[in-house]
Each structure stands twice: as structure tokens, then as C-alpha cells.
């Protein structure tokens, strides 16, 4: 059963200046400090000190939201990734950037440590608001009927591509098939694949498709098939992929949408990866100072 916002909202996160949770894990993962009560020593053990704890929540929240967000992937109308993000994460992330910002290590190592720290948080926050951007997109998605096919689509074009080759194995393919997958490929290489990495414009897709893909497909159906099983089976792989090309060019500009928004995310993401691994990285640089 779907938690509530209200009752997903997390507890308040204590004041960074004055926590004084144990640092054992943080120490743990850079190693046993030096002896020398420094002042770098003693600024690295109340820093660690203090952001322990809000850390180890963070975990917790972004295992979570990843969590919910594969169920999300399997089921797309699962209302609790969304309920979750802005019930729960969402108000986690945005006290925990306002918290970090109130810490200030006074010596340059941490310094450098904690602004890495604060972009961790930056990102984490903003993959939770482009999700949260992204819920509406999703949800037409999901509702529109050709953009669904897109998927099932293809999946059945290329089990018929391989059962083919399969039942072809000890033969020559016909020409047709030759001519079907040269067309198949450059279309994908010189257009799909660059409309996915946000290089053409799903206009252009769709004039190639109007163009040049749709009716070389529909001429390749128009042909005569022999009537064995394998003739059979090549006139059903054209026609997968023929399906498949005219779906595409229906939920074009829903897909380049989608396909973006992807893509954001993923930016975002990949961002926390790199600051909180620099973090580390900074924090173990300030170990070996002490």
C-alpha cells in the first residue's frame, strides 16, 4: 500500500554544527587517523563527525528511490515512486543542502572536501526535481498506444530477424532480407541513434521515415514471397518492422520527450556519482594531513 507524502515526510536532520554522531564509518572508509592532536586532526574529526549521520540517511533515501524507481520501470503506472520522491526525498534533499551550506570547515583541505559534498547534495536534488518534472510526460507515455508498441514492437521485428537467420542457417537469405536490414540499420544508425543521443531533431526522423524508410518498406511487402515456411517468415519480418517504422513515426515527437528527460537524469545522476567520489577522494587527501 502506497505511503502518504504526510506520512512518508522524513524526521528533521539535526543541525550539522552540532552534531556529534560517531565518525567510525567515515574513518573506517579512509583509514585509521594519525595520533598528532593537530588542528587539521581535530577539524577532520568533528567534520566527519557531523556528516556522518546525514550520509548514512541519504543512503538510505536513495536506495529507496532507486528501488521504487526500477518497480516504476517495470510498472509504469506505480503512483508510489513519485509519491515517495516528492512525499520524502524531495524535502530530504532540500533541508539537506540548506544544512550543508550552514556548515563551514575552516581549513582548506575540508573546505575543499565539503564543497564537493555540497554539489553531491546540488545533484541528488536536482535528479529528484527532474523526476518529479518528468511524472506528467511519463504518464502520457504510458497512455499513448503507439508509443507502448515502440517497444513490444521492436522486441518482435528482431525475434523474427533472428528466426529467420535461424531457418536460413544452411542457405542463402533471400535478397529481400539483405535489403530490409541494410535499410533497417542505416535508418538507425544516421537517425534513431542520433535523435537518442539528442542530435537530429524527431523532425527529421520523421521526414526520413515519410520519405525514404516507410515507403521502401512498403514496397518490400508488396513483393511476392515464396510460400514455404521460410518465405513466410521473411514476409512476416518485413511487416514486423514496417509496423514497427510506422509507430515510430507516430510517437516520434513524444519519444525524442521522453528520450531527453532520460537523459537529464542520467546527467544528474552520473554528476553525484563524480562529487561525492571526489568528496571522498578530498576527505582521504585530508586524512593523510593530519
Known amino acids: 500500500m502506497s505511503t502518504s507524502p504526510a506520512q512518508s515526510a522524513p524526521a528533521p536532520l539535526p543541525s550539522l554544527r552540532t552534531a556529534v554522531a560517531s565518525a567510525a564509518l567515515l574513518l573506517a572508509a579512509c583509514g585509521a ?14 567534520y566527519t563527525a557531523s556528516v556522518e549521520e546525514p550520509l548514512e540517511r541519504e543512503q538510505e533515501h536513495w536506495s529507496r528511490l532507486s ?7 517495470e510498472d509504469p503506472g506505480l503512483p508510489r515512486y513519485y509519491e515517495y520522491a516528492r512525499g520524502t526525498a524531495l524535502p530530504f534533499y532540500t533541508e539537506l543542502r540548506a544544512n550543508l551550506r550552514e ?13 564537493h559534498l555540497i554539489e553531491f547534495a546540488d545533484a541528488r536534488f ?5 523526476e518529479l518534472a518528468a511524472q506528467d510526460l511519463n504518464a502520457r507515455a504510458s497512455a499513448d498506444a503507439g508509443f507502448a508498441k515502440i517497444l513490444s514492437g521492436l522486441h518482435e521485428a528482431e525475434n523474427l530477424r533472428i528466426a ?8 542463402v537469405p533471400d535478397a529481400k532480407f539483405t535489403e530490409l536490414y541494410q535499410l533497417v540499420q542505416v535508418f538507425q544508425r544516421d537517425y534513431f541513434d542520433r535523435m537518442r543521443e539528442g542530435a537530429l531533431d524527431p523532425d527529421a526522423v520523421q521526414q526520413e521515415l515519410a520519405r525514404h524508410v516507410l515507403p521502401a518498406l512498403e514496397d518490400l511487402r508488396r513483393r511476392k514471397y515464396s510460400p514455404d515456411a521460410e518465405g513466410t517468415l521473411l514476409k512476416k519480418c518485413v511487416e514486423a518492422w514496417l509496423e514497427w517504422h510506422r509507430n515510430l513515426a507516430q510517437a516520434c ?5 521522453v528520450l531527453a528527460a532520460k537523459a537529464h537524469s542520467e546527467a544528474s545522476a552520473q554528476a553525484a556519482d563524480e562529487a561525492i567520489a571526489a568528496f571522498r577522494k578530498a576527505l582521504d587527501d585530508a586524512r593523510r594531513e593530519r
Open 103 to 115: 556548515l563551514e570547515p575552516g581549513l582548506p583541505p575540508l573546505r575543499e572536501a565539503h564543497r
Open 164 to 171: 529467420y537467420l535461424e531457418a536460413v542457417e544452411k542457405s
Open 253 to 257: 515527437p513524444l519519444l525524442d520527450e
Open 67 to 73: 528501488e521504487l524507481l526500477q518497480q516504476r520501470q
Open 33 to 46: 587517523p594519525g595520533c598528532g592532536p593537530s588542528e587539521l586532526a581535530r577539524g577532520y574529526d568533528a
Open 126 to 130: 536536482e535528479f529528484v526535481n527532474i
